[in-house]
C-alpha cells in the first residue's frame, strides 16, 4: 500500500492537527476477540480507517482469499481458498500459504448475507495429496458440480485435482488420483455457449510454471521464472473432456500478445503473465485477465478465439494492501462484478480477505480501470 504524503502546514493549521489528535487519542474504542484463528473485529476506529478501502470483506470470521464466483441455480457461489496462520516464515516459493481445506460461500446477490457452508474439501480426503490447498475454481455440467484444486503431491509437486458433488456448495470427493497431464496452481474452467469447457492454469515462482518448460518437472530449474528479452512464460489452456475430469487432447501454452502482435517478454512485468488467470466473454470477445505477481497488478488481455492468441488491453485493478492479488469476474441481474481480495482484516499478506466490486465498461468493451 502506497505511503501517505506528507505535507506542510501552516502554524495555525498544525496547532488545529495538534488539537484534533490530542482529541482522537483520548476516545476509547472497543475490542472484542474471537477464536486465535479468526480475524478480531474491527473497532470503531478501524471502522473510519476502513473508510480508505473501495470495498469491505465479504467474510470476517474466516481468513479467505482467491475467490473463485459462478452463478448457479440464480445463486452466487464463492469457491475462494482458506487461508491459516500457520507459523512458516514468509518466502518467495509461498510456503507460508499453508492452505488446509475450503470453505465454499453463497450469497443471494452481491451486498446480501453471506452463508458459510463449512468444509467442503480437506487435504485428509484427497487420496494422493500432501500439503497447501490453494486456489480452487469450480463448473457445473449434467447435474454434477466440479471442484478444481490444485495441491502439493506427496512428492511436493503441484498437481491439479478434481472432486464432485451433486450440491455446488459440496461436500466434494476427490477423484484417487490428479488429472493427467496437470502441474502448477490456479486452474480456471470457462465453459463456452457450445457446450466446450477449457482450463486455464499455472503460476510462476511458488507456483513452479517455470519448472515444467522441459515438458516434466525439473526440480533443477530456477525457483523464479526467465527474465530479461526472452519470451515471458505464459499460463496453460486445456480443452476438457465430456466427462469434466480429463483433458481432451494436449495441453498448450496461450500466448499473450503486445499492440504490436510480438509476444510479452518476461522483463515486462507490469503485462506479462504470473499467476491467477480467469476467462469470461463479453460481446462476442474472449477476455483472459490475470495477476502480474510482483507487480501487483489484474490485467486483460482479448481475442477472437477461447485459447487465444491474447492481445494486451491493460490494467483492471489497481495493486491492492498485501502482496498477492487473485480475481473472478461473473454477471449477474445485467451487472458484472470482480471479486478480489487483499489484507484489510490482518494486515498479513498470508490472511486474506475476499470483496466484491462492480466491473465497468467502456463503450468499445474496454475495462475500466479499479482503484482498490
Not at 501552516?10 to 474504542?29: G, K, R, W, Y
Not at 482467491?66 to 491459516?84: G, L, R
Not at 530449474?221 to 487432447?249: I, T, W, Y
Not at 480475481?327 to 471479486?339: A, L, P, Q, T
Amino acid at each position: 500500500m502506497r505511503n501517505p504524503l506528507k505535507l506542510k502546514a501552516p502554524a495555525s493549521a498544525l496547532a488545529a492537527s495538534l488539537a484534533l489528535l490530542a482529541a482522537c487519542q483520548s476516545t476509547e474504542t472497543k475490542q472484542e476477540t474471537t477464536a486465535a484463528t479468526a480475524p478480531t473485529e474491527t473497532s470503531k476506529a478501524d471502522t473510519a480507517a476502513a473508510k480508505k478501502y473501495l470495498s469491505e470483506p465479504l467474510v470476517k470470521e474466516i481468513y479467505t482469499a482467491d475467490p473463485s464466483a459462478h452463478v448457479f441455480n440464480n445463486k452466487i457461489y464463492i469457491y475462494p481458498s482458506h487461508d491459516i496462520e500457520a507459523g512458516i516464515p514468509e518466502n518467495d516459493k509461498g510456503d507460508h500459504f499453508a492452505m488446509n481445506d475450503y470453505h465454499i460461500l453463497s450469497m443471494d446477490s452481491v451486498g446480501g448475507k453471506i452463508t458459510d457452508h463449512g468444509v467442503a474439501l480437506a487435504v485428509k480426503d484427497i487420496p494422493w495429496a500432501g500439503r497447501q490447498l490453494w486456489a480452487p475454481d469450480a463448473a457445473f455440467k449434467n447435474g454434477t458440480y466440479y471442484l478444481y484444486f490444485p495441491v502439493k503431491d506427496k512428492q511436493d509437486v503441484f498437481r491439479i485435482g478434481v472432486a464432485t458433488s451433486k450440491s455446488p456448495a459440496g461436500p466434494f470427493e476427490a477423484e484417487a488420483t490428479p488429472m493427467a497431464g496437470s502441474f502448477s496452481i490456479d486452474p480456471a474452467v470457462f465453459q463456452d455457449t457450445d457446450g466446450q469447457a477449457y482450463m486455464y492454469f499455472g503460476g510462476l515462482w511458488g507456483g513452479q510454471l517455470q519448472r515444467w518448460q522441459k515438458g516434466a518437472y525439473d526440480a533443477n530449474a530456477p525457483e523464479k521464472e526467465p527474465n530479461g528479452a526472452v519470451p515471458a512464460l505464459n499460463a496453460r489452456v486445456g480443452k476438457l473432456s465430456g466427462d469434466m475430469k480429463h483433458f481432451d487432447g494436449p495441453v498448450r501454452e496461450i500466448q499473450i500478445l503486445d499492440e504490436a502482435g510480438k509476444p510479452l517478454l518476461a522483463s515486462d512485468t507490469k503485462r506479462r503473465f504470473f499467476e491467477g488467470g480467469w476467462l469470461h466473454k463479453y460481446q462476442g470477445k474472449y477476455y483472459f485477465s490475470y495477476s502480474t505477481g510482483d507487480t501487483h497488478l489484474l490485467v486483460y488481455a482479448t481475442s477472437d478465439k477461447p485459447t487465444g492468441p491474447f492481445t494486451y488491453q491493460g490494467v483492471i485493478m489497481e495493486p491492492v494492501q498485501g502482496w498477492t492479488t487473485h480475481h473472478s469476474i461473473i454477471e449477474k441481474n445485467g451487472k458484472w462484478y470482480i471479486f478480489y481480495h487483499d489484507t484489510q482484516l490482518s494486515g498479513k499478506t498470508w490472511l486474506r480477505n475476499i470483496k466484491v466490486t462492480e466491473l465497468k465498461r467502456r463503450a468499445d468493451g474496454g475495462i475500466e480501470t479499479i482503484v482498490p
